[in-house]
């Protein structure tokens, strides 16, 4: 070969990796909506630091969150009223079907708030901005 010989070979991938990037888009979604939801539900267990009382419930001793903490599992209905619901390929929604979640999440005149699903909100879109920045990585 002579030094005014040039070769270039061009490898096309765009059309496999726009046929692959809508799984993953949508993979990415599911796992940060599932992971929102752990991570509310994580947060109310552990250690509180309220007032301990009998519970109505269980009649047993219940401690209560402090202001400011994740609300105390007393019975589970608030943790296990957290749910999942996958509206499209790119959209998905975590909500919670306990009437008095919102109540505790924002705090009332009564009551300080308790917040167990803002803090896991702001963890999972972290996460989420990172997967996606990282997507060109998983698309080859």
Known sequence: MSSDTQITITYNHLPQLAAKA??????????TAHDLKADAQNSMEGPK???????SKT????RASAPGEAPAVDIG?????????????????????????ITLE?????????????????????????ALRNLEGKLR
Not at 59 to 62: A, E, L
Not at 86 to 92: K, L, Q
């Open 22 to 31: 809508p799984q993953i888009v949508s993979a990415i979604v599911r796992k």
């Open 106 to 130: 924002y705090g009332s005149r009564k009551i300080a708030p308790r917040p167990y699903m803002r803090p896991a909100a702001e963890k999972a879109r972290r996460a989420f901005i990172e």
């Open 49 to 55: 630091h309220g007032r301990i009382y009998r519970s």
């Open 77 to 101: 209905n608030l943790k296990n009223s957290i749910f999942v619901e996958i509206e499209s390929p790119t959209t998905a929604i975590v909500a919670v079907g306990a009437k008095y979640g």
């Open 59 to 62: 009649g047993k001793p219940h």
